[in-house]
């Protein structure tokens, strides 16, 4: 009977990963890199969308109340939520920076003004967040919006939550309660739906 090679034997005969060639190296790479973003794609999905890019970690959820968020106004002053208590709030996270947030603009001043008309209660409130105070009031300035405008410390993080999408819409009802999460830019149509979950 033919000796069998023991496993050392054996395992000298594999050649080490730096001796194999260039392309044989670069595929290995490619296919560990697949194999750990198909990896984290499925922790995703069977998490229920819980795993590392799930939005609702970094926004209020359907059913939260509002967190106090530390916002200060034009002037420098800390921003009282307590003012927002008993009305319909609209909150946009916005940017100087972000084209689709400029973009939108003109378009959510019109709804607002036309909402106001039949919900004098309802308010707008824009957060300019990650941005340079001075870029985004002059932005605020030049298009004659009549939302309260306040603003964050600059960064993307505001109070418990962490802006990552640009623009983010809020839908609060008059009971401080969200009822709608919209990370996305609305259109004028699409607003006006929104704003019947908070204006009803």
Not at 102 to 119: F, G, I, N, S
Not at 139 to 164: A, C, E, K
Request: glycine share 8%; charged share 20%.
């Amino acid at each position: 009977m033919a000796e069998q090679p023991d496993s050392a034997s054996a395992s000298e005969t594999l050649p080490p990963l730096r001796t194999l060639p260039r392309g044989v190296q670069v595929g290995v790479g490619l296919l560990l890199a697949v194999a750990i973003i198909l990896g984290v794609a499925l922790f995703n999905r069977d998490s229920g969308g819980a795993g590392l890019t799930d939005p609702g970690r970094t926004v209020p959820r359907t059913g939260d109340r509002l967190t106090a968020l530390p916002l200060t106004t034009m002037d420098g002053t800390s921003f009282d939520m307590a003012t927002l208590n008993g009305h319909p709030v609209w909150i946009n996270f916005w940017a100087s920076w972000c084209g689709p947030c400029k973009a939108e603009m003109p378009d959510l001043q019109t709804v607002y003004a036309q909402e106001r008309a039949t919900h004098p209660d309802l308010i707008l409130l824009l957060v300019n967040t990650a941005d340079v105070r001075q870029d985004g009031l002059k932005y605020y300035q030049d298009l004659h919006m009549t939302g309260t405008l306040v603003f964050n410390d600059g960064s993307r993080d505001v109070g418990p939550y962490r802006i990552t999408n640009f623009p983010t819409h809020l839908m609060i009802d008059r009971n401080g309660v969200v009822q709608r999460v919209l990370q996305q830019s609305l259109d004028p149509e699409t607003a006006r739906q929104e704003l019947q979950h908070i204006t009803g």
